[in-house]
């Protein structure tokens, strides 16, 4: 029996049409990736330099706290817990991390409203009415929250503001 000698190159052909099937699928599928819109995030020099704002503010105020720095979901990122602090400080940061990012709202907002009598608030579930934590935005966009809880609460406003410029 004798071969043919064009099946050699039949083989080639097919190899080479397949080849470039799978190239071209493999770049239509690139293409569509890095067509992707690209969001603005919180970096790790971000969170490191609003925590090390947020500890000094909290010393210029000669107060021990809590600070809570949160993705846009209200996962913490950060979570610090200052020698002192009082043990609730923590949970009450993180609740205001939290809210701040998902009603994308400074929680002293819903702390004015309670003031007010607006007590249909209390109703919603992991809606913060404590001061202190604030959304961070990057245009229109929120990139997280910083929270910070302190024995009395009166320093909140002041400390997470100047954290949040931090950024």
Known sequence: MQSDPNIGNVMKNNFFVTSSILIATFLGSASQVLAVEQKPALEDADVLKMASAARQALAEQHINGCIVIADPDGVPLYVERQVNATPNCLSAALGKAKSAAIFKTDTNVSYEGLVKGEVHNLA???????????????GKTVVGSIAISTPDGSKDLAVVHAAANAL
């Open 124 to 138: 919603v579930p992991d809606l913060s009415s404590n001061p202190g934590g604030v959304p961070l935005f990057v």
